[in-house]
């Protein structure tokens, strides 16, 4: 067995299939920027191969995945404490991936929700990289040897899916190679939904510009989303378990929450009985005051394109590093020949 790699190795990454949003924010770029630091050696990746799954405009793919880079960066992504690159840079992801295609068994791909949202009542026409996509993030995540994965609840099937391509291959091979990799998703905003909404998850390639926020929203847009946004005719509840059954209040408010890095139960015993009309200005100033400072950076970052480019570019060396030697051990093992 390999050695388990100390500190224990954390890797995720979002797709340049659009904006960035709260949702994105506050399940993904947020925690990530939390793990950053001595119990865990951190790699984040803008996984724009992910993004191709479906139609990207070539001459704005490259400008997405510095988006996506540059939103990380004003959040607090530290390129001197994590590894942050863009995939396409580091080709042994999708070396990786042809080799878990051929260990994935297709009634694992046809459980995968994600792929049923995705692909709704047009499964026959879309690419086939959308099916394979799982597949794919497995060899992400286990190039590294990963052993924690903090993403929103949407992934969680497919870090799961991750574990069982590590296992089959372990066990077909008769290595302990591949370590058991576990999803991290914690807290409040590990499922921000739709704000037009409340039973469907907010994604950054939603139809409507009305049923996210985007980290890039200004603080009137911000106000008019929140205000706008659906709710209920009963004012908010003192209990966390009143939200039940209440999808659109029980998101604003865990948007709060997470925001503010308090309790569900802290917000409610603050607002509870009050009603919308003071509960979505509040929300909106919380967001505006959070997310203000981000996006300018953001903007700042993005100016400069060549500076954006050469830190992806040293982080996708720093991850090769790592990613070549489990490659050539990977080929080894299978019995290919590598040079
Ligand atoms: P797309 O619509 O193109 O799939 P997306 O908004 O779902 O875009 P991804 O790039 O697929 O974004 O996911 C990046 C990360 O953001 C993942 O960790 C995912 O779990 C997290 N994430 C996405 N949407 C939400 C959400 N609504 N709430 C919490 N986390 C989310
Ligand atoms: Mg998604």
Not at 127 to 156: C, F, N, R, W
Not at 171 to 196: C, K, Q, S, W, Y
Not at 284 to 296: R, T, Y
Request: overall charge negative; some cysteine; charged content about 25%.
């Amino acid at each position: 067995m390999t050695a388990p790699t100390f500190p224990p190795r954390v890797f995720s990454g979002i797709k340049p299939s659009g904006g960035l949003t709260l949702g994105n924010y506050l399940g993904a770029i947020k925690p990530w920027v939390g793990m950053q630091g001595p119990s865990y050696q951190t790699i984040y990746c803008v996984v724009d191969l992910h993004a191709i799954t479906v139609w990207q405009e070539p001459a704005e793919l490259a400008d997405g995945t510095r988006e996506i880079a540059a939103g990380m960066l004003a959040a607090g992504i530290d390129p001197e404490k994590s590894i942050l690159f863009n995939q396409a840079r580091v080709p042994e992801h999708t070396q990786l991936a042809w080799i878990f295609n051929c260990v994935a068994r297709v009634g694992w791909m046809n459980r995968m929700t994600q792929f049923k949202d995705k692909a709704g009542e047009n499964a026959e026409a879309v690419s086939l990289g959308l099916y394979a996509y799982p597949s794919l993030m497995a060899a992400d995540i286990l190039l590294y040897h990963a052993t924690h994965v903090p993403v929103g609840e949407d992934q969680k099937q497919h870090v799961e899916l991750t574990r069982d391509i590590a296992a089959k291959f372990n066990h077909d091979f008769g290595r302990e190679f591949f370590p058991l990799t576990e999803a991290v998703i914690e807290g409040p905003g590990m499922r921000i939904m739709n704000l037009r909404d409340g039973t469907k998850k907010m994604s950054k390639s939603g139809e409507s510009d009305m049923e996210r926020i985007n980290m890039l929203d200004d603080a009137d847009t911000i106000a008019k989303k929140f205000k706008k946004a659906k709710s209920d005719p009963e004012p908010l509840p003192e209990e966390v378990s009143a939200l039940a059954g209440r999808p659109e209040a029980k998101n604003l408010v865990a948007i709060y929450a997470s925001l503010s890095d308090q309790s569900t139960e802290a917000v409610l015993a603050e607002f509870g009985g009050e009603g919308w009309g003071k509960f979505k200005p509040a929300l909106a100033d919380l967001a505006v005051e959070k997310l203000a400072p981000i996006s300018g950076e953001m903007r700042r970052l993005m100016d400069d394109k060549a500076e954006i480019d050469s830190m992806l570019e040293r982080g996708a060396e720093r991850a090769r590093e790592i990613a070549r030697p489990i490659l050539r051990e990977t080929y080894e093992i299978v019995g290919l020949q590598y040079s």
